[in-house]
């Protein structure tokens, strides 16, 4: 299914064969396909670029498909390689994490931090951690896949 080049976040990069490869939805999902493209948010003289999510309902373009700046996307990786690592020796906690200290860790981004913590507001928290450590248990070959094929490119980019 081709990507719309006509709406307003313009693709320069696209996967339009997402759905085979979106994890354990691969198949079956609409998620139909990513790119990298100009942000439909872009003022005249200042252009971004945005990463998008393009959903498909069967029928039409989704409105729920996803549309965020590359440094958000980055952030996110980010935040999901601290969560897994914490999760790699999170059994040495009984809950999971250390109650008098939820703070995991502070990654330095931009001269401040970015504040990594289990989200002790959560009510459910003490229930939510051991779901959400399943979850990534169970996704581990999933995540470690595409986690390793980072490292390989962010290795040939010299990083």
């Known amino acids: ?10 693709p320069v990069i696209v996967s339009e064969n997402y759905e085979n490869v979106d994890g354990r939805y691969a198949y079956d999902t609409d998620a139909k396909g990513l790119s ?44 999901v390689c601290r969560a897994k690592l914490h999760f790699q020796e999170a059994y040495r906690y009984e809950k999971l994490y250390n109650p008098e200290k939820p703070v995991i860790d502070r990654v330095g981004l931009q001269g401040d931090a970015m504040t990594v913590a289990v989200c002790t507001d959560n009510e459910k928290i003490d229930e939510d951690i ?4 399943q979850a990534l248990s169970n996704d581990d070959e999933l995540l470690g896949e595409r986690l390793h094929t980072l490292a390989r490119i962010l290795e040939e980019m010299g990083y």
Do not use: C, Y
């Open 1 to 10: 299914m081709k990507i719309p080049t006509t709406l307003k976040h313009k």
């Open 36 to 79: 990298l493209g100009l942000a439909q948010w872009n003022d005249r003289g200042k252009v971004e670029i945005s990463a998008k999510v393009w959903r498909h309902t069967g029928e039409k373009w989704s409105r729920q498909s996803e549309e965020m700046p590359l440094h958000r996307v980055l952030d996110l990786a980010i935040l």
């Open 130 to 133: 051991k779901l959400f450590s």
